[in-house]
């Protein structure tokens, strides 16, 4: 059997029971979203467009920016234009820069409608470029993609009967590019129901996990037990929880971790030595944590290169 036909089984049996979420619609789900939160960096009444992007028009959209495409119709988790909002609050690539985060309700219609095909309907928008460029725009692969890849290795995407009824139930399980053999796991809209003993059924997707967003569910220390093992974990989102200091040390094994987020959680400056031990740890979110300024400073002089996000929108 195919790694794609493997990967098709997977996110069949990921799929929540019950009928089939409602049709995303552009002009009344979508481009409001996009008017009030990205048209001021990245259309024309931008007197330069961010990265070279615009989105005020059909054709704009599908030109992509400087760095290639941001859509593939059928595919949010290998387009820009959804990868790019769904990132943690206070990473250094969210979008938008400046502003509130889109809610969780406004990245999921966002998502759904590029999977179900980003249908534009009969929506033209801004003209867009009148000239082709003599020479296509490299697409440049974005650094987390490239990483992913690579921890992909030679791993075959798991088997359908790995994810368990109730786990499929609560989670929302995909690859995290296309092909890719790596889960991105989140808890959208069950994040009440998320406790140790859910936590648990995790255990047999741990070597495939490489996104795992944990905010806002009841997680306690003692649930990050399971993640022993999780050797291609690149990013925990562990924001609005009950976390501290005991389970951010549960967490030392994971020595492909990139971006942590501690984001309104219990932990304390003990909590930072483990932090500094962490190899490939890039950012840290400890805004409204235990952390105090002094901690964070003696952070910052042992870790030098990692990103501090201990006040909103300052990295320290």
Known sequence: MSNMMLVSLLLGAAQVTGPAPDR???ERDVLPVLRASCFECHSGQAAKPKAGLRIDGLQWILAGGKNGSVLTPGNASASELYLRVALPPGDIDIMPTEGDPLTDDQIDALKRWIDQGAN???WKGELGPRKPEAEPKPVVEPERIRIWRQLGGELQPLADKVVTKPLRKVAIIEPVFSESPLLR???LSHEAEIDDRLLK???PLRTHLAHLNLARTEITDGGLDVLKGATALTHLDLR??????AGVKALAGLTELRSLNLYGTQVTDEALATLQELPKLTDVYLWKS????AGVAEL???KPELRVRWEPGIPR
């Open 185 to 187: 796991v989140s808890f």
């Open 24 to 26: 995303v619609e552009f």
């Open 240 to 245: 609005s929880t009950k976390i501290g200091t």
């Open 300 to 302: 910052q002089r042992k």
């Open 120 to 122: 534009f309907g009969s």
């Open 201 to 203: 059924l995790l255990a």
């Open 290 to 293: 235990k952390v105090t300024r």
